[in-house]
């Protein structure tokens, strides 16, 4: 559900909301993906509209999955959450004037202790959800990440808003509207690339349920992921070295389906810090 701004929104609260994104604000996940985090979101709620000046609403908190991972005698766990969100933003007397709703899930993967698995997927949604209603409002709260991952102000104007005259500081019949910038396309929606929240709990794979006979190792160009021959690399040797962990654990035979499972993505598609990743994982879960 989303309402229009009424106009009850002072000339430096537009100020704000129609500058550009400065670069301090937005960093990058572990895809590679732009984002601004979530802490920052509630700054500039309070920056444009004031202590009190926003209301946040937990419409929904749904547990969408809960799994549990043997390893011997103990367990992992991975939880999914679905958050449903409002925002309601009001003007310096209190009033409501806008509504926004965002939804999105947020997990935690591959955890030791249960609770820690649902706060983790819950806080991870929370902030997901919470981004997704605030960038309704603009640049300033990362609208124009979508852009490509531009910083540069993709608003600009609004005819509900037009800038006022030096003369008596009436609106002007029909603004002088900017060039807009060039559009790019959205980022894939399964990757959230403006929103992937970087509080995120690292996606990470799960060990083999219970130890099963050692498998062989694939040779180097066999194995899901491999370069060409063209000699080392630091992705090469990277997924040399999960292979070898997954070895290690008794879960070679596993680890492309838990792989794509936990990045999103065939390991032929893994970048060598998610190898890494996975090798350490698999590593601590040898040493547990």
Not at 29 to 39: A, E
Request: charged share 20%.
């Amino acid at each position: 559900m989303t309402t229009e701004l009424t106009g009850r929104l002072t000339d430096l609260q537009l100020k704000v909301l129609f500058s550009e994104l400065h670069k301090s604000r937005v960093g990058q996940n572990q895809k590679g993906f732009s984002h601004v985090q979530q802490w920052d979101v509630r700054r500039f709620l309070i920056r444009v509209f004031g202590f009190g000046g926003y209301d946040t609403e937990l419409v929904s908190i749904d547990c969408v999955k809960e799994i549990e991972i043997k390893a011997g005698d103990r367990s992992r766990w991975t939880v999914v959450y679905r958050v449903h969100q409002r925002l309601t933003v009001k003007d310096i007397y209190g009033r409501p004037i806008a509504t926004f709703d965002g939804v999105a899930t947020g997990d935690a993967q591959n955890q030791p202790g249960l609770g820690d698995a649902h706060d983790g997927a819950v806080k991870e949604a929370d902030s997901q959800s919470l981004k997704r209603a605030a960038v309704n409002l603009g640049d300033a709260f990362g609208l124009s990440l979508y852009n490509g991952g531009s910083t540069a102000p993709v608003v600009l104007w609004s005819a509900a808003h037009p800038p006022k005259t030096a003369e008596g500081g009436k609106p002007e019949a029909v603004p002088d509207v900017p060039e807009d910038p060039p559009v790019q396309p959205e980022p894939d929606a399964v990757q959230q690339a403006p929103e992937s929240e970087p509080a995120a709990q690292p996606a990470t794979p799960a060990p083999a349920p219970a130890p099963a006979p050692a498998l062989a190792d694939p040779p180097a160009q066999q194995r899901p992921g491999a370069m060409p021959a063209a000699g080392p690399n630091e992705r090469q040797a990277a997924l040399d070295s999960m292979w070898e962990a997954a070895r290690a654990v008794n879960f070679a035979d596993g680890l492309p389906a838990q792989f794509q499972a936990s990045f999103g993505h065939p390991i032929e598609q893994g970048t060598a810090a998610e190898f890494r990743q996975a090798r350490d994982l698999m590593a601590g879960s040898a040493a547990a």
